[in-house]
């Protein structure tokens, strides 16, 4: 069965940064897009990045600059480094992974998601 497994969150004071990883199985995980996506609290769930199999990436404006999405192909692994974090960057984040193709946002167009991990910035 498909299991995507996120780790790495926690709580950081504004200004730093944090790796967040996505551990994926039952998957051939090199053909998937990947992406990254996150939800504060009573807000709809927010796309953040997107890795496609061939490594283009594409970022929501708010994290461009300070966020990197990457992948390692030979461990089924997902990265996304954050640096520069700021209280609007407080949520859940959960990594998804779809085989459609082009440059997906859109959180239905993911089959398979994790079941996040928290993020939290004091500032």
């Known amino acids: 069965q498909v299991q995507l497994v996120e780790s790495g969150g926690g709580l950081v004071q504004a200004g730093a940064s944090l790796t967040l990883s996505c551990q994926a199985s039952?998957?051939?995980?090199?053909?998937?897009?990947m992406a990254w996506f996150r939800q504060a609290p009573g807000k709809e769930r927010e796309f953040v990045a997107t890795?496609?199999?061939?490594?283009?990436?594409t970022y929501v404006d708010s994290v461009k600059g300070r966020f990197t999405i990457s992948r390692d192909n030979a461990k089924n692994t997902l990265f996304l480094q954050m640096n520069s974090l700021n209280a609007e960057d407080t949520a859940v984040y959960y990594c998804?992974?779809?085989?459609?193709?082009?440059?997906?946002?859109?959180?239905?167009?993911?089959?398979?998601w994790g079941q996040g991990t928290q993020v939290t910035v004091s500032s």
């Open positions: 998804a992974a779809t085989q459609n193709s082009g440059t997906i946002t859109t959180p239905q167009l993911y089959r398979y």
């Open positions: 890795i496609r199999p061939g490594g283009s990436t």
């Open positions: 039952g998957i051939t995980f090199r053909y998937y897009t």
